[in-house]
């Protein structure tokens, strides 16, 4: 782990694309803003945590858990709006 100090206004820059910029410092609370290309996900720790666990819950779902058939699509209009 690389661990760096620095100051609100200073920039970290992660290969060619993110820049990660610390916006303000308060007490125990770092801001950062982070500029990365439109494809790139960013979480927080805590939240991709919760991603994860709800992807690795839903993939050992047990097959009777899921419903036997899926629901049925909406009725379709006629032409005449009824």
């Known amino acids: 782990m690389l661990i760096l100090t620095r100051r609100p206004g200073e920039r970290v ?43 690795r819950a839903a993939a050992s779902a047990a097959a009777d858990a899921l419903p036997a058939t899926p629901p049925a699509p909406p009725a379709e209009k006629d032409d005449e709006g009824s």
Do not use: C, F
């Open 13 to 55: 820059v992660i290969g060619d694309e993110i820049i990660v910029t610390v916006m303000g410092v308060s007490g125990h609370t770092v801001r950062l803003g982070i500029a990365a290309p439109q494809g790139v996900q960013i979480y927080r720790e805590e939240i991709w945590l919760a991603v994860k666990e709800e992807n």
